[in-house]
C-alpha cells in the first residue's frame, strides 16, 4: 500500500477530493496532512477523515532538514502539493526525487511563479483576453511551478467570464482529473 502525505494551505478542497478517492483503494492511502497552517480548512477535513496532520514552520522547513525525517518514518511514498504555497526545499527534492508533485489552476508555463496562485492566476488569464485555460499536474523542482508536466487539461475562458467563474471552473477540473493522475503515477511506479 503507497503512503500519500498531501501538503496544503488553504481550504483543501482538492485534498478532500482525492481522500475520497482513495477511500477503499488497495493501491494507496491518504498517510498524512502537511499544512503551514493550523486553522487552515484542510486541516479540519484532515480531523474529519482522522488522518493524522503536520503542522511545520517555515524555518525548520526551509532551512532546516525540511521535516525529512518525520516524512520517512511515516514511510511517505508521494507527496501531492495541493495548494501549498510555500517553494518546497532542495533536500526534500533530493530525498524524494520524483515522487513530489503539484497542481496548478493554469496552463503553465503561463501563469505560474510567486505569487501566482488562486484568483491572480485567473485574474491575470482574463487580463491576457486569453481563449483557453485550465490545469497543469507537474513533478516538483526547485523553482515555482516549473518542473516536468505530467498532465495537462483545458476549458475555455468566456468573454464574461470573472475570476471567480473561471476559478469555478478550473477547478472542477482539478477534481476530477487530479486523484485519477495520482492514481497513474502510483500505478506505473509499482509496474
Ligand atoms: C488549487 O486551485 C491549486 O491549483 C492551487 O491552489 C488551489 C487550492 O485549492 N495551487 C496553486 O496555485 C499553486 N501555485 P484547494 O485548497 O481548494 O484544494
Redesign the pocket.
Known amino acids: 500500500m503507497n503512503k500519500i502525505a498531501v501538503f ?1 494551505s ?6 478532500q477530493k482525492i481522500i475520497e478517492y482513495f477511500n477503499n483503494s488497495q493501491l494507496a492511502s491518504i498517510a498524512l496532512i502537511v499544512s503551514n497552517k493550523p486553522e487552515a480548512g ?1 486541516v479540519t477535513i484532515a480531523e474529519k477523515n482522522t488522518i493524522p496532520t503536520l503542522i511545520i514552520e517555515k524555518e525548520k522547513f526551509l532551512k532546516g532538514s525540511g521535516y525529512t525525517d518525520d516524512l520517512k518514518k511515516e514511510g511517505i511514498d508521494l507527496i501531492v502539493l ?2 501549498f504555497l510555500w517553494k518546497i526545499p532542495a533536500l526534500l527534492i533530493k530525498t524524494f526525487p520524483g515522487k513530489i508533485i ?4 493554469a496552463l503553465l508555463p503561463k501563469y505560474g511563479g510567486k505569487g ?3 484568483f491572480h ?1 485567473h485574474q491575470a488569464v482574463i487580463d491576457n483576453k486569453e481563449k483557453e485555460s485550465g490545469i497543469t499536474i507537474h513533478y516538483v523542482d526547485e523553482q515555482y ?1 516549473h518542473g516536468q508536466p505530467i498532465f495537462q487539461a483545458t476549458c475555455p475562458v468566456f468573454e464574461n467570464d470573472t475570476a471567480f467563474s473561471l476559478a469555478k471552473r478550473v ?1 472542477q477540473l ?1 477534481h476530477e482529473h487530479y486523484p485519477k493522475v495520482i492514481e497513474e503515477i502510483l500505478f506505473n511506479n509499482s509496474k
Open positions: 496544503a488553504g481550504g483543501g478542497s482538492n485534498a484542510v495541493a495548494g503539484n497542481i496548478h489552476p501566482m496562485y488562486g492566476v511551478d477547478q482539478e
